[in-house]
């Protein structure tokens, strides 16, 4: 079975630090992946250059038959990749409802002027994309708060929104990243069972990107550990938990070798941009 | 060949000029990341200090007296930049990144800028006030001072503890912040010294070119950011840069025997050197963290 | 729970028929205004005398159409143009050329005044020829412009906009109020020159200015022969034009269009994962509210009872900036709030006029200047402005009414958002 999406020696720097250094991944459809590593690893980057939010140096990613790499952001979320952000980007204003109709907007097929002229096609749209988010919302057990302001949702509720939101993209590929940040033994063990129903209803690949390693280890049925940037593993769960270099890595972290989850939020250390404008030279 | 090198003579004291306004620009941008539109109505006022002081100092020797009145201008304009950064700006800092908050410091700066335009009008009314005619050569003086300042601003930049602070402050507020650094404090004085530079170039603008008006803001300031920009905002190298090209530029075009006004070419110019390099010709990008 | 069906069959059991006012609410909106424009056509010369006042009303509807375009770009993409009145101009001048082309193949004359007789309803027949093509062409030729600005400085930073439509809007005012050739040479015979001995881009940029030359400089453009641009726009147009511009602003922003828009305006990297393209969206917002301000500009040229002479200090900086705070008090983003603005703005402006033009005002300005200083209402007017403007934004950044619609129950929900 070939993968569905695939990356082949994907390398970026930023200024001369190598953020991410020949990284190949090959996700199977329906997999649920797990891309692991201690702060800094670059895990994230991986997320942003698979959905075009920094531009890959080297290497090639491809969706299936689609190089992703010429495409912008917005595109390859039509190419069918969705992601959850590390520290929750939902849209404030707008109410939970509206987050997820906004999703909805890109398989619009009425354009601008027939939202003004209300045609019918519009009206096709809007009611097909409401009924969409209506289930979704349900599904994810926000029904009730359709018209609440996004902002005012609990932490857990507002990382559910941002998954719905995400499925509302009728995605091939769910990218998610860090979804156990913060959440309690309870709660993580309700996200192992999300995440697996999500895989068997919608059809999805799901990528994970996680510190939490007893939704890791619980979960994922392939796991690739990055370090600084570098591949060191790749494995089955059992295989990743006795691996060295993992050990190696990971020293210092129990969490791992105890196979139990740590609820302290992981906070990436920022990758210094050599880039960045200095102040005034 | 002697045609062409008179052009480019004024064209560097022009943009030298420029290029006096375009530091405050960029050190505000540099630290706010805010176009501070008000900028233009400190050279303004500047203008308006200058001559007074000129006035007053009418019997002096005229090195003496254009020494003394820079000085007071540059105090004068200080006050007023801090003033404005106290009332405008600093109210809205820390309130987050909300949407509708994005685009309030610059409704602010905007604000800033039409207050003290019509106050300008209303103490001096829209009458041009002619200079004293000080000097027979202003543009060496001018080309100096600015080569001065440059030099100055450069090294207080890289080597003083304020000039550790600002850049700092330039890269992650709250970091700086967190380290200790007074980040208002940094902030005043970093308005302080941009608009006494407004001063500086205000007095040397209306020395060399004659009279100083409420509206004189709008033409020069405009200059002067496209300037900023187009050197790489945020950078003090940049703003010389921008300063001088736009200054020759002007001149060449008016040596052209181009019939319009001299800035559509130097806003074609400025679009242009947005689309191939979008932060300017020194300056470089960011990346947002995502 | 297979929610993949789920979603299915609520898709169709949500068919349901609309209610007659979501069906027919536009039309009836439409129709009403026509109806209601009609009536004011015929009726408002005559129970308004006074003509100042007829322009009083017919500029607040001008002054809608620029309030609510610039909100567009402005208040919901959240992006900041300060070159409105750019735009503004290129739609009066160009309406004041086709107008004025149009009238005279029409026949020419002088417009007959408003009343009942013969004269009267042809030129009004006329109008239905000649306002919508004017309207139109001011309308397209500024969304053209807007493209042009719009499509390098959106890509950029959110600030690279307000710096770069400033610069436009000064620029084309400085070209049209400067460029004074002093000849008669036409347009047509600048146009011969184009590969004579002189080449190629000397002559173009020639013609240029000889275009340029033709709009009458700082004194305005005011028609072929100098009499005045014909005013053709009646209360029926402006009041029409405006409530259907009104019409768009409404759906557009209660639209997914506009939703996406608010989104991007919250989060550009959150709404790009989800498939909205931010250039695009913004570029469209931009194009679309240059479009409204060329509209504005055209009403305004054209407008009976206004000024029948189009002059580039009708579009300074100032007039960028009364449209700003039309959409920053009434609240960025908000319908309504745009409308309400522009009401108060140009009722504040107007009266202005007036006090500054009293005897005791006069007095009092003229015993001030001689002490050196000036008592310029308009200028301490724009002070009180930026003022309160620095005041909102330090104290309700939101505007007064925020994003919120007052007058209207539906508030930042859909249509169709209520509880099912």
Request: aromatic share 8%; charged share 15%; hydrophobic share 50%.
């Amino acid at each position: 079975m070939s993968a569905l999406l695939e990356l082949a020696s994907v390398t970026k720097y930023f200024g001369g630090l190598c953020a991410v250094s020949d990284v190949s991944l090959a996700i199977k459809k329906n997999a649920i992946f797990g891309l692991i590593g201690p702060n800094g690893a670059g895990k994230t980057t991986v997320f942003n250059l698979i959905t075009g939010v920094y531009k890959t140096d080297k290497g090639t990613i491809r969706l299936g038959a689609t190089d992703l790499l010429p495409l912008r952001p917005s595109a390859i979320a039509r190419a069918g990749i969705a992601r959850t952000f590390q520290n929750i980007r939902l849209f404030g204003q707008l109410s939970v409802l509206e987050n997820l109709l906004v999703a909805g907007e890109l398989t619009k097929k009425a354009g601008i002027f027939s939202a003004v002229m209300r045609s019918r096609h519009h009206h096709a749209d809007e009611d097909l994309h409401l009924a969409e988010a209506r289930s979704l919302l349900e599904v994810f057990e926000l029904g009730d708060k359709a018209d609440d302001a996004s902002t005012s949702l609990s932490y857990g509720n507002q990382r559910k929104l941002e998954i719905a939101r995400a499925m509302m993209l009728k995605p091939k590929v769910l990218l998610l990243d860090e979804p156990a940040a913060g959440m309690n033994y309870g709660e993580a063990e309700g996200l192992k069972k999300q995440i697996r129903w999500l895989r068997d209803t919608f059809d999805l690949t799901v990528v994970l990107v996680e510190h939490n390693m007893q939704v890791v280890m619980g979960v994922c049925d392939e796991i690739q550990v990055l370090d600084h940037g570098e591949p060191i593993a790749y494995g089955t769960p059992e295989q990743i938990r006795t691996d060295e270099k993992v050990l190696a890595a990971y020293l210092g972290d129990e969490s791992l070798a105890m196979g139990q989850g740590t609820d302290v939020p992981a906070v990436e250390l920022p990758v210094k941009d050599p880039n960045a404008p200095e102040a005034h030279s | 060949m002697n045609g062409i090198l008179a052009p480019l003579v004024t064209g560097i004291a022009q943009g030298s000029m420029i290029a006096l306004i375009a530091l405050g620009y960029s050190m505000v941008y540099g630290v706010l990341k805010l176009i501070n539109f008000a900028h233009s109505e400190i050279f303004m006022m500047g203008s308006f200090f200058g001559l007074f002081a000129l006035q007053h100092f009418a019997g002096l020797n005229p090195v003496l007296a254009t020494a003394l009145a820079m000085i007071l201008a540059m105090f004068g304009t200080s006050l007023l930049g801090i003033t404005v950064e106290r009332f405008a700006y600093r109210p809205l800092r820390g309130r987050g990144k909300s949407s509708l908050l994005r685009i309030t410091p610059l409704v602010t700066a905007l604000g800033a800028s039409v207050f003290l335009q019509n106050l300008a009008q209303l103490l001096f009314t829209a009458r041009q006030r002619p200079y004293p005619r000080l000097f027979a050569q202003t543009r060496p003086l001018i080309f100096a001072t600015a080569v001065v300042v440059m030099i100055a601003l450069e090294l207080v930049v890289k080597r003083t503890w304020f000039g550790k602070a600002m850049r700092a402050l330039s890269t992650n507020e709250e970091a700086a912040r967190l380290m200790g650094i007074r980040t208002s404090r940094v902030i005043g004085i970093t308005f302080a010294i941009g608009s006494s530079l407004a001063a500086l170039g205000a007095i040397l603008y209306c020395l060399d070119q004659g009279d100083a008006y409420p509206t004189m803001g709008v033409g020069i300031g405009t200059r002067a950011f496209v300037a900023a920009v187009l050197g790489g905002i945020g950078s003090i190298p940049g703003a010389m840069l921008g300063g001088l090209l736009l200054g020759v530029l002007g001149e060449l075009v008016k040596f052209s025997g181009f019939e319009g006004s001299v800035d559509i070419p130097v806003f074609i110019v400025l679009i242009a050197v947005l689309l191939v390099r979008p932060a300017g010709l020194l300056g470089s990008t960011r990346a947002e963290k995502v | 729970m297979d929610s993949a069906k789920q979603a299915d069959e609520s898709k169709k059991g949500h068919e349901k028929p609309r209610s007659a006012k979501d069906r027919f609410g536009g039309a009836i909106f439409v129709v009403g205004s026509l109806l209601v424009a009609l009536v004011a056509e015929f009726l408002l010369p005559r129970l308004i005398e006074d003509s100042s006042v007829r322009n009083i009303l017919m500029t607040i509807c001008c002054n809608a159409v620029v309030a609510l375009s610039l909100n567009v770009i402005n208040g919901m993409a959240g992006q900041f143009s300060i070159g409105h009145a750019g735009f503004m101009a290129l739609g009066a001048y160009t309406a004041a050329l086709i107008v004025s082309a149009m009238h005279t193949s029409f026949g020419g004359g002088t417009l007959p005044p408003t009343s009942f007789d013969h004269d009267y309803l042809v030129a009004f027949g006329h109008s239905f020829a000649i306002v919508p093509v004017a309207l139109l062409a001011g309308a397209l030729v500024a969304a053209l412009f807007g493209l042009l600005v719009g499509l390098p400085s959106l890509r950029l930073r959110g600030d690279y906009l307000a710096i770069v439509t400033l610069g436009f809007a000064e620029i084309l005012r400085l070209s049209v109020a400067t460029t004074r050739l002093g000849n008669d040479e036409t347009v047509g015979e600048a146009v011969h020159a184009i590969g004579g001995p002189n080449g190629f881009f000397g002559p173009v940029f020639h013609v240029g200015s000889v275009f340029l030359s033709s709009l009458g400089g700082k004194k305005g453009y005011s028609g072929p022969d100098g009499a005045g641009v014909p005013l053709y726009a009646g209360p029926f147009w402006v009041i029409f034009i405006t409530a259907l511009v009104a019409l768009v602003a409404w759906r557009l922003k209660f639209s997914g269009w506009g939703r996406a828009l608010r989104a991007l305006r919250e989060d550009e990297i959150a709404s790009e994962a989800v498939g909205v393209d931010p250039t695009r969206y913004k570029v469209t917002s931009f194009v679309i509210s240059a479009f409204g301000g060329g509209l504005a500009g055209a009403l305004y040229a054209i407008m009976r009872d206004g000024n029948p002479v189009v002059q580039p200090d009708s579009f300074t900086f100032q007039t960028s900036f009364d449209a700003i705070t039309m959409v920053i008090i009434g609240g960025s983003g908000s319908v309504t709030g745009a409308i309400l603005g522009a009401v108060f703005v140009t009722v504040t402006v107007k009266l202005i006029e007036l006090v500054q033009h009293a005897d005791v005002v006069q007095n009092l300005s003229s015993s001030l200047e001689a002490h050196g200083f000036s008592l310029d209402l308009n200028a301490l007017r724009m002070m009180i402005y930026a003022g309160v403007i620095i005041a909102l934004m330090v104290l309700r950044p939101e505007g007064v009414f925020g994003e919120r619609e007052p007058f209207f129950k539906k508030r930042m929900r859909t249509r169709e958002g209520a509880p099912a």
